[in-house]
């Protein structure tokens, strides 16, 4: 069976204009994406990701991250990644357990050094690159830390 474009016309959500959207699938399972999917025009997905943006930077210039540098898109995505990368560190810390005061106090200590390590990092496309950083990552360099501050 080959597939055929369609294009249909369809109405943003917020500010009620319409477009057209070209689909290539059948043309019952378009429209029935047409009548059910929440639409969004170009500018107010732009305004949308401005606003998503614009808190996510706020919020990591709350943290002491400074602003990023690069374009445009690649600081939107970047600010999202680091808030995300800031969180993943974050529960890390809440969820260790410390034999000691003295363990509690080096641990805080290894987070804080990791904490300035990152905020050096101001060009988007490193945060970009190393999205894929998990939380054994962030343990892994944590423990790097310690083992310097010993």
């Not at 249909?8 to 057209?20: A, D, L, P, T």
């Not at 690649?74 to 410390?98: C, V």
């Not at 904490?115 to 939380?135: P, S």
């Amino acid at each position: 069976m080959s597939e055929q474009n369609f294009d249909y016309e369809v109405r943003c959500k917020s500010c009620f204009n319409k477009f057209i959207v070209q689909m290539y699938d059948s043309h019952d399972k378009c429209l029935w994406l047409v009548d059910n999917k929440d639409w969004y025009c170009d500018s107010c997905k732009r305004e949308y990701l401005d606003k998503k943006t614009e808190m996510f930077s706020k919020a990591n210039a709350g943290l002491g991250f400074p602003p990023l540098t690069g374009t445009q898109k690649r600081i939107a995505w970047a600010e999202k990644i680091r808030a995300e990368l800031i969180n993943k560190a974050n529960y890390l810390n809440s969820t260790l357990s410390h034999e000691d005061e003295d363990a509690k106090t080096l641990s805080d200590k290894a987070f804080l050094l990791f904490f300035q390590e990152w905020q050096t990092e101001t060009d988007a496309k490193w945060w970009i690159d190393n999205r894929t950083t998990n939380v054994r990552d962030i343990s892994i360099r944590i423990k790097e830390i310690t083992d310097t501050l010993l």
